[in-house]
């Protein structure tokens, strides 16, 4: 077995670049890796320890990548590194490598898909992409010239067959527009294919672990593909009461979906993953054959009734893990949100210390799995400790049938929402969800929303 790292920025990442690609372009006998991140630079990789994180994997090769966050822009933003440094990073990059016994393989930056009035690419990243080339021939490091691939490739294509291989964000008007930079599922597979036979002719030792006819989009990819471009989605979201329409972010999130998505809030109140199973309501849901399946719980599976009582390293994840099977054995894609955090403050900040232990046990298993994390717990987490608690009280639900299970004798309901709670916590779902299901972008209204105004 042959383990291979993909280090780099979001042109590299499973979810807007290159990597689901790559990775599916080789054979099963390597183990394929993607370490990029979105955002990251030469500079921020290493700051936030993400190169030390690479390094501890092991792996036998690097295909290290950046440009696109280190150009320097009239922003200036705290990413950017001017040439020099860009060229002293990669030199420390490939040193460090080498001395862990890993061999570095240099990839020129993707290039943006900005085409001119001539038909033809110009790209933005020239100077960083002869650097590039430079480190490589100081240092005897295979190079693949991805920059040069990619707009020879673009070149002959054309702009509209470029689109076609784009994702989509919000313009700052709120609609929608094409992403010169990220990839969808056919962009990566492209791409990706290109990577992994350069990389076979620049080191002829990996040649025999690249497929040799391109990968086939797998069905998420055919599906997500269809949803790019304008096909009807499914999304049901499973939960407790804090997803349920009473109560929960459930109204929220579909509230903001455009009318190509059929959204249904099959959450029940009062339901943990052991009785949402045990009573037949996850067979009914699963016979919504729902493209995309939301799955929330953890409130109800701490409490000590045996009819619902989970523990989060057993049989919680046991469960969460027989809902993605089953969720993908209909063809749909699954994905696991951490429990929406309760409004309960303690030394000025809310305490959520219990639902942590099943927030971690969904992202480990969403990790071993394979399938998307929504982290609802640190992300509301987070909002409500920029509030007071009467300003987390906005939020507070008013005769929610399970408020005294949830809340005992307080008279507040911390756990419910009220109308701008379903807004707010909805919304946060939509968003995040949209970031790492980038084909569902487009059926998200508008922008992401701002933080709400704040009680005086």
């Known amino acids: 077995m042959v383990r291979i790292d993909l280090i780099g920025d979001s042109t590299q990442t499973e979810n807007a670049g290159y990597g689901r690609g790559f990775c599916a372009n080789l054979s099963p006998k390597v183990d394929c890796l993607d370490m990029a991140k979105g955002g990251a630079s030469t500079k921020t990789y290493r700051q936030d320890g993400l ?23 009239p922003r200036h933003l705290p990413r950017e590194v001017p040439l020099p440094e860009y060229i002293d990073n990669l030199k420390r990059f490939v040193t460090e490598a080498r001395a862990d016994g890993i061999q570095p393989i240099l990839v020129t930056p993707l290039t943006r898909r900005y085409f001119g009035a001539d038909g033809k690419i110009h790209s933005d990243l020239t100077a960083y992409s002869h650097a590039m080339r430079s480190v490589a021939r100081q240092m005897h ?9 990619s707009i020879a490739y673009l070149d002959k294509a054309g702009e509209a067959e470029g689109d076609k291989l784009s994702i989509t964000k919000k313009g700052p008007d709120g609609k929608t527009e094409v992403d010169k930079t990220h ?12 990577v992994a036979v350069g990389m076979g002719k620049a080191v002829p030792a990996l040649a025999q672990y690249v497929l040799p006819t391109p990968a086939a989009l797998p069905p998420q990819g055919v599906k997500a593909m269809e949803v790019i471009e304008g096909g009807p989605v499914k999304i049901v979201l499973v939960g407790d009461s804090t997803v349920a329409t009473q109560g929960g972010w459930g109204p929220g999130f579909c509230a903001v979906m455009t009318a190509n998505v059929t959204c249904i809030d099959d959450a029940k109140n009062g339901r943990s993953t052991k009785s949402y199973i045990d009573e037949g309501l996850w067979s009914k849901a699963l016979a919504q054959h729902g493209d995309y399946y939301l799955i929330q719980f953890g409130h109800n599976d701490e409490k000590p009734d045996p009819r619902r009582h989970t523990d989060p390293e057993t049989s919680y994840a046991a469960n969460l893990r027989l809902f993605i099977r089953d969720v993908q054995a209909i063809g749909g894609v699954p994905v696991l949100v951490s429990p929406l955090a309760r409004r309960t403050f303690h030394d000025g900040k809310p305490s959520n210390k219990d639902l942590e232990l099943y927030a971690n046990a969904a992202r480990r298993v969403a990790e071993q799995e394979g399938v998307p994390f929504v982290d609802l717990l640190a992300m509301s987490d987070r909002l409500l400790s920029t509030m007071t608690q009467a300003q987390a009280d906005q939020f507070d639900a008013v005769g929610h049938p399970d408020q005294r299970a949830e809340n005992g004798s307080a008279k507040l309901d911390r756990t419910h929402l009220d109308e701008e709670g379903k807004k707010v916590f909805g919304r946060m779902v939509a968003d995040n969800l949209s970031r790492q299901l980038v084909e569902l972008g487009p059926d998200v209204v508008g922008t992401a929303a701002p933080a709400p105004q704040m009680l005086k």
């Open 183 to 194: 990839l969808n599922w056919a962009g990566s597979y492209v791409f990706g294919r290109m």
């Open 51 to 73: 190169w030390e994180r690479a390094l501890e994997t092991k792996p036998d090769y690097m295909l290290i990548q950046f440009g696109h966050n280190d150009e320097v822009s």
């Open 141 to 149: 490091v295979p190079l693949i010239d991805l920059q040069e691939k």
